[in-house]
């Protein structure tokens, strides 16, 4: 099993609906993350979390949500979808930087590929 | 300015050539760098990290830094077919707290 599932992998949808991504992991890491991606302009950080009590800010928060449900749980929300939100959705973990043995390292979910119709 | 750039390419290099893969960054208190690969549809996989100047090799890759420069790359060398992917820069940024990506490089190896 991975160690970041992502649910869903494909989600096709219409324009205003409300849609929920989901993270679980099961590395144990403290920092969760939700990154978009779409062709040519790389990963954009939309929210990002260093632990159950800590929601942040992205560079493009605007129409996104996100829960911290557990420590082992991040999830993104669309309030009202529209077609520039179709874009594949990677949620990520890592480490806190804590000791030299830290890569600090982000470790990928396999995506979440939204289509807003 | 962008705080990652790097050229999206695509670099095209035939097979057992070198590929030589760059990024500059911004932040000039970045603290570590990464270099993710990227296959068409999957989701980025760390090739390399490196935190001090100078060049760390890890079997085929070897990765630079530069921080005087601001500047960064990623050597593969004996490039294989299967080395075809984007190729993200990414930048710890200070605290490391997230890390910035570069939008990519497209890497083609010909056989």
């Known amino acids: 099993d991975a160690d970041v599932t992502q649910t869903p992998r494909n989600r096709i949808t219409k324009t205003g609906k409300r849609i929920m991504l989901e993270c679980s992991q099961t590395?144990?890491?403290?920092?969760m993350y939700w990154y978009r991606q779409d062709p040519g302009l790389g990963l954009q950080l939309i929210y990002y979390?260093?632990?159950?009590?800590?929601?942040n800010k992205g560079e493009i928060s605007d129409g996104y949500s996100v829960s911290r449900q557990a420590q082992a749980k991040f999830s993104l929300s669309l309030e009202s979808a529209i077609p520039n939100q179709t874009a594949l959705y990677f949620c990520?973990?890592?480490?806190?930087?804590?000791?030299?043995?830290?890569?600090?390292?982000?470790?990928f979910g396999e995506g979440s590929r939204l289509t807003v119709l | 300015q962008k705080e990652v750039e790097q050229n999206s390419g695509p670099l095209s290099v035939p097979e057992g050539a070198i590929a030589s893969l760059n990024c500059t960054y911004s932040?000039?208190?970045?603290?570590?760098f990464f270099w993710y690969r990227q296959y068409s549809g999957k989701s980025p996989e760390l090739i390399m990290f490196i935190y001090s100047n100078g060049d760390k090799e890890d079997g085929r890759f070897t990765a630079q830094l530069n921080k005087a420069s601001q500047y960064v790359s990623l050597l593969i060398r004996d490039s294989q077919p299967s080395d075809s992917a984007t190729y993200l820069c990414?930048?710890?940024?200070?605290?490391?707290?997230?890390?910035?990506f570069g939008t990519g490089t497209r890497l083609l190896v010909s056989p």
């Open positions: 590395k144990g890491h403290d920092r």
């Open positions: 990414a930048v710890s940024n200070t605290g490391f707290q997230k890390l910035v």
């Open positions: 932040d000039r208190g970045s603290q570590s």
């Open positions: 990520a973990t890592s480490d806190a930087h804590t000791g030299e043995k830290n890569t600090g390292e982000l470790f």
């Open positions: 979390s260093f632990d159950v009590k800590d929601i």
